[in-house]
C-alpha cells in the first residue's frame, strides 16, 4: 500500500510559479514511475507529466512543455512539479500517482492514460489568477 501526499498548492497569478511536492510513505515509490495529472469540475483527468524511474525519463503534455518540470528526490520519497510561467487555463486540482507497470518502451503512451496508475493522491488546488 503506498500513501500519497501533495501539498505546495495555492493562489497565483499569472506569469508565476508554484512547486508542487508528492510525498510517498507506506513504501517507497512505484519501481515503475510517477505521474501528475489534473483535473476541473466537469472535465477528465487530464495528463500533465511523468516521470520514468528507468533512465529517469520525463515526457510532458504539450500544454505544459516548456513550462513545467517534473523531478524526483528518491531518499526523501518525494516527486515534484516545477510550474512556473503558470496560466489561468493551467486552474485546476493537481494529483500525483504511482505507476502499476513499466509498460516497456510504449510507456510514454502509457503513462498519460490514468489507469496506469494504481494510488493517487488527494490532490492539491491551484487557481492562477488573470
Known amino acids: 500500500q503506498v500513501q500519497l501526499v501533495e501539498s505546495g498548492g495555492g493562489l497565483v497569478q499569472a506569469g508565476g510559479s508554484l512547486t508542487l511536492s508528492c510525498a510517498a510513505s507506506?513504501?517507497?515509490?512505484?519501481?515503475?514511475?510517477m505521474g501528475w495529472f489534473r483535473q476541473v469540475p466537469g472535465k477528465e483527468r487530464e495528463f500533465v507529466a511523468c516521470i520514468n524511474w528507468s533512465g529517469g525519463s520525463t515526457y510532458y503534455a504539450d500544454s505544459v512543455k516548456g513550462r513545467f518540470t517534473i523531478s524526483s528526490d528518491n531518499a526523501k520519497n518525494t516527486v515534484y512539479l516545477q510550474m512556473n510561467s503558470l496560466k489561468p487555463e493551467d486552474s485546476a486540482v493537481y494529483y500525483c500517482?504511482?505507476?502499476?507497470?513499466?509498460?516497456?518502451?510504449?510507456?510514454?503512451?502509457?503513462?498519460?492514460?490514468?489507469?496506469?496508475?494504481?494510488?493517487w493522491g488527494q490532490g492539491t488546488q491551484v487557481t492562477v489568477s488573470s
Open positions: 507506506g513504501r517507497t515509490f512505484s519501481s515503475y514511475g
Open positions: 500517482a504511482n505507476a502499476k507497470g513499466g509498460f516497456g518502451f510504449k510507456w510514454r503512451y502509457f503513462y498519460t492514460h490514468s489507469s496506469s496508475y494504481d494510488y
